[in-house]
C-alpha cells in the first residue's frame, strides 16, 4: 500500500498565485521520501493540503488508502507534521504541550501521559516535562516539536526543512534519529532544499520547482546522472 498517493494536486491561492500546477506523488509504506525544490517552489502548500492546514483547489490526495475528502478524520490520524516554525506556546510545560496534542486525537488523559512519557523519553526530554517550553535550547525545541508529532503514533511522519537554521551537531542527531525511526517502521517524508541532506537520508526523491515536480526517482539513480 502507498503511504501517500497525490495525483493531479493544485492549489490556487486567493489572490490567483498557482502554487501547485497538478502534481502527482506516490510514496511507498516504509519510504523515506525526499521532497527537494526552491524555496517558493511549494512544498510547504503541498505538505499543508496533506495535513488539512492548507484547502486544495483540486486533485486526489490519499493516505494509508483514506481519501482525504471522504474520510479526513482517518487521513489526519496517520500524519503526523512538524512544521518549519515553533508553534507551540512558549509559556506552556513541556509534558503539557505533548499530552494536549494527544487530547486532540481523543486519547484519554491517562492513557495521553503514556504515550507522552513515550514521546519525550525517544527525544531525552522526558526530565524536562515540567519545564516551559520557552527555556528549552533551539535544538530542544526542535526535538519537541517531534515529540509532539509523534505522540498519536502517527504511521507517516512530515517533517518541513527540520534542519533549517540548525548547528551541524544538531543536524546530525536529527538525522540518527529520523533514520531510526524510519528503520523502526515510520515513513517518512521530509521538505528540505539541501540535496546534501536528502542525499544522506532518503530513498526516492521528488523535485518540485514552481509548483510542478520535474524530477521523481530514486536517490540513487538521480546521483548517478549528476
Ligand atoms: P516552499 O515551501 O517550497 O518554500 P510554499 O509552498 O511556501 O513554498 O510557497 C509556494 C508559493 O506560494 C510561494 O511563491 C509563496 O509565496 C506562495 N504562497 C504561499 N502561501 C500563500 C498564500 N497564503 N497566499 C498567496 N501565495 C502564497
Ligand atoms: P487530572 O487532569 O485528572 O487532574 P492530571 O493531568 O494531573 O490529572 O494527571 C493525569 C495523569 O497524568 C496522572 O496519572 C498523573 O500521574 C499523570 N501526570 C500528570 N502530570 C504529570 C507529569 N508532569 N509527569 C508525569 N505524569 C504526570
Not at 18 to 43: H, M, Q, R, S, Y
Not at 109 to 128: G, I, M, N, V
Amino acid at each position: 500500500m502507498n503511504a501517500l498517493a497525490i495525483s493531479d494536486l493544485r492549489k490556487v491561492y486567493k489572490n490567483g498565485f498557482e502554487a501547485l500546477k497538478g502534481i502527482d506523488i506516490n510514496v511507498a509504506e516504509g519510504d523515506f521520501f525526499a521532497l527537494l525544490g526552491p524555496n517558493g517552489a511549494g512544498k510547504s502548500t503541498a505538505i499543508g493540503i496533506i495535513s488539512s492546514l492548507v484547502n486544495k483547489t483540486s486533485g486526489q490526495v490519499e493516505v494509508f488508502g483514506h481519501d482525504l475528502d471522504k474520510d479526513p478524520e482517518a487521513v489526519k490520524s496517520c500524519i503526523g507534521l512538524v512544521p518549519q516554525e515553533f508553534n507551540f506556546n512558549m509559556w506552556e510545560r513541556i509534558g503539557e504541550i505533548v499530552v494536549n496534542q494527544a487530547g486532540f486525537y481523543g486519547i484519554p488523559r491517562k492513557e495521553a501521559w503514556r504515550r507522552a512519557e513515550a514521546s519525550l523519553k525517544q527525544l531525552d526530554l522526558w526530565d524536562k516535562r515540567n519545564q516551559m517550553s520557552r527555556t528549552l535550547s533551539g535544538g530542544m525545541k526542535r526535538r519537541l516539536m517531534i515529540a509532539r508529532a509523534l505522540v498519536h503514533r502517527p504511521k507517516l511522519l512530515i517533517l518541513d526543512e527540520p534542519t533549517a537554521g540548525v548547528d551541524i551537531e544538531i543536524r546530525r542527531s536529527m538525522w540518527a534519529f529520523m533514520s531510526e525511526l524510519n528503520a523502526q517502521g515510520t515513513t517518512i517524508i521530509l521538505t528540505t532544499h539541501y540535496l546534501e541532506e536528502a542525499e544522506s537520508l532518503c530513498r526516492n526523491i521528488a523535485i518540485i520547482n514552481q509548483g510542478r515536480i520535474v524530477e521523481n526517482t530514486r536517490m540513487d539513480q538521480l546521483l548517478r546522472q549528476l
